[in-house]
Each structure stands twice: as structure tokens, then as C-alpha cells.
């Protein structure tokens, strides 16, 4: 599949029915995230959210060994504390561009996903694993936290109590573990990652463009309301799509016994 967008650290690919591939491209340093490659990803996020062809987005890495192993930490050996300052906003804006994305998002996890990078694998929807997947947020070894969401993501998969574990702790888990914790959604044959995670994604992509943004913005806004405040963010959801053309061509479609052509609108 040929690459739509390039710069030096990450492409993006077109997949059929509105799927979008969002790659890491820098296997040589296991994806580690530099200030140039967060800049890249950034860029690549603003791009695709802005693109209502993108229906879902995969998020792949080229690395053989790594999805991707956290922040570059040779260039932050190198910066001083002025320079760090200067750089978190740029940091920030690779994990919240990925956490951002108005779309469904899948990531396809092999080998590392420490730190960082597992920070960017939690702030997609789904999170597929190859059996060679290790991940974690080991940052307290190193003296900082986890700082690309991980804090706020973590609990909200596994709750409040175990991620503390994992963070204080900083311990790496392996794929069967991660399964069973709920770090991870799904666990496949080694290799398999990216392509298991592009036919999930493709199934996604199958549905409703606008019942998917409004269900995942939903889905966003509502964890951690209390219920009646969830149902007033599900109500105003609902009324996006209720009087949209893809709500028209779908009760269309369902009753002619046919597959729908969503607009998308």
C-alpha cells in the first residue's frame, strides 16, 4: 500500500473503505519519540481529523522489535531545562493529537510499547497486541511520570488501584498478562498485529461516518459523568445523527434489504 503522506518519522496510508493507516517510521531508534518525530505525528493527526473521508484510523509501526519505546531520551539527555520547557508542547500535541481524532482509532501493538509509546496506544479505542507485545509507563524509574496521558488513561482502563500498581511499580507486562488486565483488548498470533487491527478497523469503517464520531464523542464525553449527565452528552450525540443523510440512507437501506452508501453528512 503506497504511503498518501510522508515526512522522515511517520506516513499514512489509505486502506479501502475509509480506513487510514497512521504509521511510526523511525524502526532504527524503536520509534523513540524525538521532538521531530512528535512534530510529525502531530501534523499527521491534524491532517486526518480534518479529513471526513477517514472514517477509522490504525495506528502501526515499522519497527521490528517495538511498537514504539517512549520519548527519545538521548535527545532529552541533551536538553536543558529551558529547552524541555520549550519542547512540551510539542510533546503534547502527538499524544493529544492521537487521543483527539474524532474517528474510531485502533492501535496495532508488537514488542515495546513502553512508556510513551504505550501512551499513544492508550489513547486509541482499541488496542490490539501481538503475543510479543510487552508494555508499561516505567517513568518513575527514570524520574518523571507518565506525562502523555498515562495517568489519566491508565485508571480508566483498569481503574484506580491497579493502575497505581503499574505506575508505581513501573513494571513491564507481557501480552497474556496485559489481557488479562485490560491493558490490551485483544491478543494475536506473533506478526499479526497490524493486520488484525486493519480488518477490525475495517469492520468499524463498514457503519455509519457520522453515528461513528457522534458514538465515539459520546463515548468520550460521558466516561466518568454521573448517569444523568451521560444521558444529556448521549442525547446531544443522538440529535447529530438523527437528521442526517446517513441516518436516512441506513432505515433505507435496512428496509430495501441492501447495504448502505453512506454520505457521510
Same mark, same amino acid.
Given at each position: ?54 472514517? *477509522? ?100 482502563? *483498569? ?28 491478543? *494475536? ?51 447529530? *445523527? ?24
Amino acid at each position: 500500500m503506497a504511503s498518501e503522506y510522508e515526512s522522515e518519522f511517520v506516513a499514512v496510508r489509505r486502506h479501502e473503505g475509509g480506513v487510514a493507516e497512521l504509521v511510526l517510521d523511525r524502526p532504527k531508534a524503536m520509534n523513540a519519540v524525538s521532538t521531530d518525530m512528535a512534530r510529525a505525528i502531530g501534523a499527521a493527526c491534524a491532517a486526518l481529523a480534518a479529513d471526513r473521508s477517514v472514517r *477509522v484510523v490504525v495506528l502501526s509501526s515499522t519497527a521490528e522489535r517495538a511498537f514504539c519505546v517512549g520519548a527519545d531520551l538521548k535527545e532529552r539527555n541533551s536538553l536543558s531545562d529551558a529547552e524541555l520547557v520549550r519542547q512540551r508542547p510539542t510533546t503534547r500535541g502527538a499524544y493529544g493529537g492521537v487521543l483527539e481524532l474524532p474517528m474510531p482509532t485502533v492501535a496495532a501493538v508488537h514488542g515495546f510499547a513502553l512508556g510513551g509509546g504505550f501512551e499513544l496506544a492508550l489513547a486509541c479505542d482499541v488496542i490490539v497486541a501481538d503475543e510479543t507485545a510487552v508494555v508499561g509507563l516505567p517513568e518513575v524509574s527514570v524520574g518523571v511520570i507518565p506525562g502523555g496521558g498515562g495517568t489519566q488513561l491508565l485508571p480508566r482502563r *483498569v481503574g484506580a488501584a491497579r493502575a497505581a500498581e503499574l505506575i508505581f511499580t513501573a513494571r513491564r507486562v507481557e501480552a497474556a498478562e496485559a489481557l488479562s488486565l485490560g491493558l490490551v483488548d485483544s491478543v *494475536v498470533p506473533a506478526g499479526r498485529d497490524t493486520a488484525e487491527a486493519l480488518a477490525l478497523a475495517s469492520r468499524m469503517a463498514a457503519n455509519s461516518p457520522v453515528g461513528l464520531r457522534a458514538a465515539k464523542r459520546a463515548l468520550r464525553l460521558g466516561h466518568g459523568m454521573d448517569l444523568a449527565a451521560g444521558l444529556e452528552i448521549e442525547d446531544a450525540a443522538w440529535r447529530t *445523527v438523527a437528521f442526517s443523510g446517513d441516518r436516512v440512507e441506513g432505515v433505507a437501506a435496512f428496509n430495501e434489504k441492501r447495504k448502505p452508501n453512506w454520505p457521510g453528512e
